[in-house]
Nanobody, 113 residues
Framework: QVQLVESGGGLVQPGGSLRLSCATS????????MSWYRRAPGKERELVAS????????NYAGSVKGRFTISRDNVKKTVYLQMNSLKPEDTAVYYC??????WGQGTQVTVSS
C-alpha cells in the first residue's frame, strides 16, 4: 500500500534552515507528482510546493518562493523540501502528499528564538 513518511522537522531559529524528507513506497514514484503542504495553528492547510514526476516543473506558494526548494530522488523514492531563511510564520506541521488522497503523518517545524 501507499506509504509516505516525513522526517526532518524540528525547532530552528529565525533565519535558519531545515531539510524535510518524505520517503515513499507503494506506487511508481518516478512518474508521480508530489507536493508539500503545511498547516499552521488556527489556519487552513496550504500548498507549499509541488513537483512533477520528472521534477522538471515545480511550483511554490508566494510566501516561500525564493526560500524553499522542492527536489526529488527517484532512486531513493524520496521527495525533499529544503527550507532556508526560515521565519516564525513558517511554523506549521508539514505534510507530504501524493495523488488526491495520500498523506504522510506530518512533521512539526517550529521557528522561534
Amino acid at each position: 500500500q501507499v506509504q509516505l513518511v516525513e522526517s526532518g522537522g524540528g525547532l530552528v531559529q529565525p533565519g535558519g534552515s531545515l531539510r524535510l524528507s518524505c520517503a515513499t513506497s507503494g506506487f511508481t514514484f518516478s512518474t508521480a507528482a508530489m507536493s508539500w503542504y503545511r498547516r499552521a495553528p488556527g489556519k487552513e492547510r496550504e500548498l507549499v510546493a509541488s513537483s512533477t514526476g520528472t521534477g522538471g516543473s515545480t511550483n511554490y506558494a508566494g510566501s516561500v518562493k525564493g526560500r524553499f526548494t522542492i527536489s526529488r530522488d527517484n532512486v531513493k523514492k524520496t521527495v525533499y523540501l529544503q527550507m532556508n531563511s526560515l521565519k516564525p510564520e513558517d511554523t506549521a506541521v508539514y505534510y507530504c502528499q501524493y495523488g488526491s488522497r495520500y498523506w504522510g503523518q506530518g512533521t512539526q517545524v517550529t521557528v522561534s528564538s
